[in-house]
């Protein structure tokens, strides 16, 4: 019953509050006054749409209607299947935008010849489009996970197919899903920014060798700066992601191991019960903080976040005057 409670309350406030920052973040990186690349708001703008989906599909249709609501899906097996393709499509893609993003900064600060070549618009615009069809593609069995429930001929609700549980094929491929989403994903970020973070110290120690003890003291080291910034960033937005998605990541790999989906319907589970509500909501809340840590760090966006917000009031204290 409490957890009920609070998820009543938990998504409703997640969706008030990650659809309009994610709009704002669109609509304000879209505008290019950032001080940003163009290779770097493609990325971030992929990743801030990608958001804004898992919100409307998994917060909206699946969280907030079924709990408000009586679900209007339920009993349409078509709507059931496309709604999780959708669903989890949407966090395929927000996840590997992170991982195409963080490579983008591998390769723009540890590989200079490589550079100029792959930190361009058509690159970004390619590898988004292709996480897009990937994702799209790799999804489309979850349409055929359901079936219906009939009381004589009228269809009461959809439900997950026995099979589902006991079929090698379909075990098969939602090992495939979880070590693509989250495991690949998780590994890869962290050797990335492991690299990363080893090039940037390994970079700033032979630099301030060059300046000597003297120049270092009397004048401060931009570049250095720069640097320890990118060392942060690249930290928050590594460990938003992961420890977001942790829980949800250990609980699904003990459901695919030990069928508690199916057992906790039935019997007690080995893992408490509330991991299985905790979860999702800590992974959905990542649905608007892994863009929100990269903008609230660049100033020129601060101060675009600031004139948006002000805008209305400057507004009407003119129309007062």
Not at 168 to 192: E, N, Y
Request: overall charge positive.
């Amino acid at each position: 019953m409490e957890l009920t409670r609070t998820r009543r309350i938990f998504y409703p406030i997640l969706a008030a509050v990650a659809i309009p920052i994610n709009l704002l973040v669109i609509l304000i990186l879209s505008r290019g006054k950032c001080g940003l690349s163009r290779c770097i708001t493609c990325y971030l703008v992929a990743m801030a749409t990608a958001d804004l989906t898992v919100i409307f599909t998994d917060v909206i249709l699946k969280q907030i209607v079924p709990l408000y609501f009586r679900d209007p899906f339920t009993n349409k097996i078509t709507l059931c299947g496309l709604i999780d393709c959708l669903t989890h499509a949407a966090t395929d893609c927000s996840v590997w935008f992170t991982v195409a993003f963080t490579f983008d900064r591998f390769v723009a600060i540890c590989c200079q010849k490589l550079k100029t070549q792959y930190c361009t618009v058509r690159t970004a615009v390619v590898i988004i489009g292709t996480v897009c069809a990937l994702s799209s593609l790799k999804n489309v069995p979850w349409y055929f996970r359901y079936e219906p429930v009939y009381f004589i001929f009228i269809p009461l609700f959809c439900m997950v197919k026995l099979s589902y549980y006991s079929s090698p094929l379909w075990k098969t491929f939602d090992l495939f899903h979880r070590v693509f989403t989250p495991l690949l994903p998780f590994s890869l970020i962290l050797l990335l920014n492991a690299l990363t973070v080893r090039h940037i110290l390994v970079a700033s120690r032979v630099r301030r060798e060059l300046r000597g003890n003297r120049d270092r003291e009397n004048h401060k080291d931009t570049e250095m700066e720069n640097r320890r910034k990118s060392i942060i960033l690249l930290f928050s937005i590594s460990a938003s992601f992961i420890l977001l998605w942790m829980t949800q990541a250990v609980y699904t790999i003990h459901e695919r191991i030990t069928l508690n989906h199916f057992i906790d319907v039935v019997l007690a589970s080995r893992l408490p019960s509330v991991i299985f509500y905790i979860g999702p909501m800590l992974q959905l809340l990542s649905s608007c903080s892994n863009t929100c840590i990269y903008v609230v760090t660049q100033t020129k966006v601060r101060e675009e976040f600031k004139d948006v917000l002000t805008y209305p009031f400057v507004l009407i204290a003119q129309l007062v005057k």
